[in-house]
Every structure is written in structure tokens, then in C-alpha cells.
């Protein structure tokens, strides 16, 4: 039986709707701030969500909804990532890089996020980000 990794992405929205997306300093590449749930702790979600939050932008999140859990298998050796997505509106700072293995951050539109050079492991936060209105209502 494969491994399986436990994931949590945020879809962070500022007041005007714009979505926060990170840049990995390795890569260059894009994607939601987010990171592994520590399965050693039986860590919660959204301890997990707050907890990556502080780690790679310095914010708190205040509350935050489900959207959506991707599971992700590939044909090779890899473990299966379940990735779950969270929502938060209700956050407390102002995000900057905190992690080294980050080097950029920025708000963007929704529409704005299909077209960034995101990381390859990062296109399952497309479809959250693209129907975030479906999946809040």
C-alpha cells in the first residue's frame, strides 16, 4: 500500500477579493501558502492551516471554511497527497515572506491565479480558486 501525506492549502481573500499566492524560492513557481499536516502530532486542519500560515506569512487566521479535498496519485513511487483546501476572510496581520523556502508573495484576482507560473504540484488550488463562490455557498 502507497504512503499517504496529509496536505493543507489556504485560499487566503483580502477585503477586496483578491487571493494571496507564494512563490517557492527554489522553483519560482507559485501556489497557495500551505504545507504537510503533522500526522506524528494528529494535528487538526485548521491547527495545520494556522500553523503554515504563521510559518510562511506571518498571518493568523481568525476562522476558516472546508472547500474542497483533492486527492492526488501518481503512476510512480510517490505517496498519495490528500490536499485539503480551506477559505479565510478573517485573518490578522499583513502577509510577508516568512519561510526560506519562500521569496515572493502577492494578492491576485481569482481569474488571475489559472495564469501564474504556479508549481506542478500546485494545480489542484485552480479549480478551489476558479469556483470559490460555488464552494463557499
Known sequence: MK???DVVKIVVENSEGLILAVRERESGKWELPGGKIDSELDEALFHAANRELKEEVNIKMNS???LVRTEIEEFNEKPIVNCFIVHTDDFTGLPEVSADEL???KWVEPSEYKGLDWHADSGYGI?????IEHYLD
Open 3 to 5: 504512503e499517504t501525506i
Open 64 to 66: 476558516a471554511s472546508k
Open 127 to 131: 479549480p478551489a480558486v476558479e469556483n
Open 103 to 105: 521569496d515572493d508573495l
